[in-house]
């Protein structure tokens, strides 16, 4: 194989890798009824002036699998923190303990149960399109090699090498889809 294909291959499998992750990271943000700190994972603070991720204005951490506890950095920024989770819409009511803000997480219905496994089938879609557009984009390139000079069954077994790319990240789509919909339809 060219120094070339073995490029298109390796980004290609990068990429790949980089869909992967970030399915995981929005599969992290649908909660199982379980709490974790990755639900407030997008909450924007206003504190000193200027609009913060909450990661960087409190810590957070889960006690028991029912409730989340965000503890400031700064005291003062207690209301702020509050105030942006509330905003930020995501069915929770943070109880303010004077040093700290308690969420406790609320059981999910089944109906919500549902409604996360569609969201969930959403994300992993979304994602296997994305796969799906970075293998055409490789095979494009890889079409390119061959007007370039490159010989056409060295373009056929990259375009082979790429299909097998494709099926592999598929099927990790399609385990990582079951487990987060198990997690979440197990009650």
């Not at 040093?99 to 219905?109: D, K, M, N, Q, S």
């Amino acid at each position: 194989m060219t120094d070339e294909s073995q490029f298109i291959l390796d980004e290609a499998k990068e990429t790949m890798g980089s869909t992967i992750k970030h399915l995981e990271s929005e599969f992290q943000k649908i909660r199982a009824g379980k709490a974790s700190p990755m639900m407030l994972q997008g909450v924007k603070v206003e504190c000193y002036g200027m609009l913060m991720p909450i990661e960087q204005v409190a810590n957070i951490g889960t006690p028991d699998p029912r409730q989340i506890i965000v503890m400031p950095f700064d005291k003062s920024s207690i209301g702020a923190i509050d105030k942006a989770i509330q905003a930020a819409n995501l069915g929770f009511n943070p109880k303010n303990e004077g040093e700290f803000l308690r969420i406790l997480v609320p059981p999910l219905t089944e109906e919500r149960r549902k409604d996360l496994a569609k969201r969930a089938k959403t994300e992993a879609e979304d994602a296997k399109i994305g796969i799906r557009n970075i293998r055409r984009n490789a095979n494009d390139d890889a079409k390119k090699l061959e007007k370039e000079g490159v010989s056409e069954d060295e373009v056929k077994q990259l375009q082979d090498e790429i299909q097998k790319l494709t099926d592999k990240f598929t099927k990790k789509i399609d385990d990582l889809y079951e487990l987060k919909q198990k997690d979440i339809l197990t009650v």
